[in-house]
């Protein structure tokens, strides 16, 4: 199924919002760490997952190329974000704002985190499109499920290790390292499998109001953005 009508994706605007909020806001929320029972992780864990939701979404619907011009505008957002917060952080305070020691201990983390984000984000997100995108191909568009989850089973543990390690190594022992990148493993991928059936709604609203269904036939898998 392909868009015959020449018009603008009107969909793609709000995905790629929603998206891009997402990962910026999760990135604020994982300045905080959080114990739930044995499970150790950052705050951002439990939002996280949807932009790897919406990530399904923009390959299963509009293919690999488009999802990444919306994955790299996040990116760029993220960057923006986070100078900004460090330029704030730089700037002398007011007298009577007593408050720079708190923005300090929270908000200047997030360089850090933002940068792990980035790599674990990248690597994770790359790997869950190109095996979302092949599977797709393979059991001709079939098996949503399977290729959701599997992509996802693929996607997350790279990116819970890779940000663990480079966001948090040296501020916690090993064992708590351990501890955390399973935590955000476990959680993340089981809520994007008990989102499994929302997923579906919203792939199939979208292909329906777009008019399209790509497939990544003869793909290269460029990780940058491209026509």
């Excluded at 604020?28 to 939002?47: R, S």
């Excluded at 923005?103 to 792990?116: E, G, K, T, V």
């Excluded at 997100?125 to 599997?150: A, C, D, F, P």
Aim: proline share 4%; glycine share 8%; charged share 15%.
């Amino acid at each position: 199924m392909n868009n015959t009508q020449g018009s603008p994706f009107r969909l793609l605007p709000i995905i790629s919002s929603i998206f891009v909020g997402v990962l910026i806001l999760s990135n604020i929320l994982a300045t905080k760490m959080v114990q739930l029972g044995p499970f150790v992780f950052d705050g951002g864990t439990l939002l996280f997952p949807i932009s790897y939701i919406f990530g399904d979404v923009l390959t299963e619907v509009y293919g690999y190329k488009q999802s990444r011009k919306v994955i790299w505008t996040g990116f760029a957002m993220l960057i923006l974000a986070t100078l900004n917060i460090w330029i704030i952080g730089a700037l002398p305070a007011e007298e009577s704002w007593t408050l720079q020691s708190d923005f300090n201990n929270i908000l200047l983390q997030m360089p850090r985190i933002a940068i792990a984000s980035i790599l674990g984000y990248f690597s994770g997100e790359y790997s869950n499109s190109v095996v979302l995108s092949k599977l797709k191909v393979h059991t001709k568009g079939k098996h949503l499920w399977m290729r959701t989850i599997g992509s996802t089973l693929v996607g997350e543990l790279l990116d819970s290790v890779i940000f663990v390690a480079v966001a948090f190594a040296g501020i916690y022992d090993t064992s708590v390292l351990i501890v955390m990148a399973f935590s955000n493993y476990l959680f993340k991928t089981c809520i994007e499998a008990v989102f499994t059936p929302i997923t579906y709604a919203v792939i199939a609203f979208t292909k329906k109001q777009e008019q399209i269904d790509v497939f990544d036939i003869g793909e290269t898998y460029n990780p940058l953005p491209g026509r």
